[in-house]
Structures are given as structure tokens and as C-alpha cells.
């Protein structure tokens, strides 16, 4: 090392190697499950320069899972993204032993891993918005009433719950604040009714593809048009990404099983030695 070059040199003593890598993914999943995989040591120096305990590691190209283990088995919060199937064959099963304590392979012995935690499992769904032949934005043919007023109510930081006794009520904010969501078209003697309906006691958020009347006419309503309202939550162009994520989804609650579908959690209580991950999340 000189004053001006700074060298670091890694060898696989310490860090691991492409052998050691390929042991640790066959131990997991079989022979030969992945073409490169990394040792599990190797990614726990990196994550040892980059992050403290409790930080949050992504791996947006989750591969065969090493990154979220590795960080997981060391304390840190993960993302991981993966669009291949191992998903379900490789990675859920991998971060579930990792959390039953049952990996005592890769860098488990040396961290002394015991296992806890948890994690959240979602799948994305199509995107909410299409262009038309037009280079217009429409509401994405896939989504049905019910998938376009449930992905509507989580962008707006609504409970999703659609009534039985008010068409109109699909979820709510509070137990006075509720919103409606309708590709239709609404006159103004509609919305009056609406309005009538709701009362002066509560609020309704009204989402509609569009509206013939004043928008502001209606005390107790607030009607917007959806492309144009899902559009305003959406960012894109920016030099800096610097999202204003309001309604981050939350934990179920009670904890529900591991779908296949859909979204849900695997947990475990966490090992008191080892602290909660995800407390904040775990039921
Ligand atoms: C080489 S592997 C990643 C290895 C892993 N990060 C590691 O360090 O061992 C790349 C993975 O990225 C996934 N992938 C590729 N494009 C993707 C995308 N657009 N979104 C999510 N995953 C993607 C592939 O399916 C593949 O599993």
C-alpha cells in the first residue's frame, strides 16, 4: 500500500471461493442448482464494509437467494426481487430454513446463527395503467372492478373493505372516511345522490374515469378522476428517485400462512439472542 493506491486483496481463505460457493448451493438444493453461485462468506465481507446491523441490503437480482441469507443471518433487514420461478423453489425455502435455524451451513456457524425473524412475501401485479393505440393512459384491461378498487384503496392509504349495505362504501380511512371507486362515467344528479347518500356526518373519496359537474360542488365528496389521480402518485424522469412511499403495505394481521399466491409472511419467533428483525411487522 502506497500513499496514493490503497489495495485490498480478499483471498479466498477468507472470503471463500467458486468451490466453496457451489458446495454450500448443493448442500441447499441439489446438485448444480445455480451456475454462479457466490460463497457465503464473500457476500458477509461485503455486507460487513457497507452496512450496520438492523440496515435494509437489496438484491434486486436475487438469484439463488445468498444475498438476503447472508444478510439476514447478520442482522440486516433485506429486499430481495427476483422474476424466476426459483423464487418459490429456491429462495422462500432457503430464507425459511435460514429462519428455522435449520442452515448451519455458509457463515451460520460462524455468526452463530440460531435462526428467528421473518419475512414478507409479495408478488406484483400488473401494472395498474396501460397506453391505448392513442398513447393514452387507460385503466389496464387485466384489472377487474374488484382488483381496480382493492390496488386503488392501497394507493390511496384505504382499508379495503367493500360493504354489502352501501355500493358505494369500498373501503375507508376512518370509521367517517370512505371511498368509492367506478370506471363510470358520473352526471351530476349521480353524484348529488352520492352525496346525499353519504350524508353530512361523512366524507367519501370518489375515483371515476370521469365526471360531468363541478368537482367541488359536493361538501362531503371529493371526486377525481383515475388515470389522472394514479398518475399523480406515480414518479418517473427524475435524475433522483428519492420516492415519497406513503402507504407502505403493513403486515397482516392475524399472521396468515404462506400463499402461493398473492402475498403473505413466513415467521418465526426471533431468537432472543439474536433479536427481532421485523418486529415492527410480526404478529
Ligand atoms: C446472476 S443471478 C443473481 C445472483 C445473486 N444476486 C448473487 O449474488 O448470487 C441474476 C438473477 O436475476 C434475475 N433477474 C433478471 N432480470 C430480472 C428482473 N428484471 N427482475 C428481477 N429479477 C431479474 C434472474 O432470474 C437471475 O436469477
Not at 185 to 203: A, F
Request: hydrophobic share 35%.
Amino acid at each position: 500500500m502506497d500513499g496514493q493506491n490503497t489495495w485490498s486483496w480478499w483471498p479466498n481463505s477468507e472470503v471463500g471461493h467458486n468451490q466453496e460457493a457451489k458446495k454450500e448451493i448443493n448442500i441447499l438444493f441439489g446438485a448444480d442448482a445455480f451456475d454462479t453461485p457466490k460463497p457465503e462468506r464473500l457476500i458477509r465481507r461485503i455486507i460487513e464494509l457497507a452496512t450496520n446491523p438492523n440496515d435494509l441490503v437489496l438484491d434486486s437480482f436475487a438469484g439463488s437467494g445468498t444475498t438476503g441469507a447472508v444478510a439476514h443471518k447478520m442482522g440486516r433487514r433485506w429486499i430481495m426481487i427476483e422474476l424466476g420461478e426459483h423464487c418459490h423453489t429456491h429462495i422462500i425455502p432457503r430464507l425459511q430454513k435460514v429462519i428455522d435455524g435449520e442452515d448451519q451451513g455458509g457463515i451460520s456457524k460462524a455468526v452463530n446463527w440460531q435462526g428467528g425473524g421473518g419475512f414478507r412475501y409479495y408478488r406484483l401485479a400488473p401494472s395498474l395503467l396501460e397506453k391505448d393505440k392513442w398513447g393514452n393512459w387507460v385503466i389496464n384491461h387485466d384489472y377487474n372492478a374488484t382488483m381496480l378498487s382493492e390496488a386503488l384503496c392501497k394507493l390511496e392509504g384505504f382499508s379495503y373493505a367493500p360493504s354489502d349495505a352501501a355500493y358505494w362504501q369500498h373501503g375507508h380511512s376512518t370509521e367517517r372516511d370512505f371511498v368509492y371507486v367506478t370506471t363510470a362515467s358520473l352526471t351530476h344528479e349521480q353524484l348529488q345522490q352520492l352525496s346525499d347518500e353519504v350524508g353530512p356526518e361523512r366524507t367519501l373519496l370518489v375515483l371515476c374515469t370521469a365526471f360531468r359537474a363541478k368537482a367541488d360542488a359536493y361538501p362531503n365528496l371529493t371526486v377525481k378522476k383515475i388515470p389522472r389521480q394514479v398518475l399523480s402518485r406515480c414518479e418517473w424522469g427524475h435524475d433522483d428517485y428519492s420516492l415519497q412511499v406513503e402507504n407502505l403495505p403493513q403486515a397482516p394481521s392475524p399472521p396468515a400462512p404462506l400463499p402461493l399466491a398473492g402475498e403473505g409472511r413466513k415467521s418465526k419467533p426471533a431468537n432472543a439472542a439474536q433479536g427481532g428483525l421485523f418486529e415492527e411487522g410480526e404478529a
